[in-house]
């Protein structure tokens, strides 16, 4: 693989989300790579494509995997192991999505049930204080429902339920 102008300020800008992500930049720089790659690639390519070392690229590769948004093949005749992202967009997002949900918003929800509980139990606390975390925890389950409701959807509803987004909003008023 060659990496062009527009390559590199595809990985390069990939990178800088990935940092805004809370992601390391040299991982979200990878998977970039991957994900343009038309071919599979070793860590040694990788490592010389993106000018990283080599032991920094491997624990990279393992995050990617953890992550689910990369995985390792074999090319026949050749010991070295090969990475691919995943090139399906919509699955991409997808995996992204369930990532953040398990880190991010699932413990956020557990968090919030505590908080509703235990807040009424304070005799302190003022009421306004009370129901702003009870709207909070009912946001936060609508949105982790949502998202358990969305994520069985096929990728070709998915596509056309974004696509009918105007359509949408104008059915149900602004």
Same mark, same amino acid.
């Given at each position: 693989?060659?990496?062009?102008?527009?390559?590199? *300020? !595809? +990985?390069?800008?990939?990178?800088?989300?990935?940092?805004?992500?809370?992601?390391?930049?040299?991982?979200?720089?990878?998977?970039?790579?991957? !994900?343009?790659?038309?071919?599979?690639?070793?860590?040694?390519?990788?490592?010389?494509?993106?000018?990283? $070392?080599?032991?920094?690229?491997?624990?990279?590769?393992?995050?990617?995997?953890?992550?689910?948004?990369?995985?390792?093949?074999?090319?026949?005749?050749?010991?070295?192991?090969?990475?691919?992202?995943?090139?399906d967009?919509w699955?991409?997002?997808?995996? +992204? +999505?369930?990532?953040? *949900?398990?880190?991010?918003?699932?413990?956020? /929800?557990?968090? /919030?049930?505590a908080?509703?509980?235990?807040?009424?139990?304070?005799?302190?606390?003022?009421?306004?204080?009370?129901?702003r975390?009870?709207?909070?925890?009912?946001?936060?389950?609508?949105?982790?429902?949502?998202?358990? *409701? +969305?994520?069985?959807?096929s990728?070709?509803?998915?596509?056309?339920?974004?696509?009918?987004?105007? $359509?949408?909003?104008?059915?149900?008023?602004?």
């Amino acid at each position: 693989m060659k990496i062009t102008p527009v390559i590199e *300020k !595809y +990985i390069h800008h990939w990178g800088e989300m990935g940092l805004r992500w809370g992601t390391n930049r040299t991982v979200a720089q990878i998977q970039a790579l991957l !994900y343009l790659s038309p071919n599979p690639l070793s860590t040694k390519e990788i490592s010389n494509l993106l000018s990283v $070392a080599q032991s920094h690229v491997s624990t990279s590769l393992r995050e990617l995997q953890n992550y689910g948004v990369v995985k390792m093949t074999h090319i026949a005749g050749d010991r070295d192991d090969y990475f691919e992202s995943i090139h399906d967009v919509w699955e991409l997002f997808r995996v +992204i +999505i369930e990532q953040r *949900k398990q880190k991010e918003l699932s413990p956020t /929800l557990i968090m /919030l049930n505590a908080c509703s509980i235990e807040i009424e139990k304070e005799n302190e606390a003022h009421q306004i204080t009370r129901e702003r975390i009870h709207n909070m925890l009912s946001f936060v389950n609508s949105i982790n429902n949502w998202y358990e *409701k +969305i994520k069985s959807v096929s990728n070709a509803t998915l596509q056309k339920i974004m696509k009918l987004g105007n $359509a949408i909003t104008k059915l149900v008023g602004r």
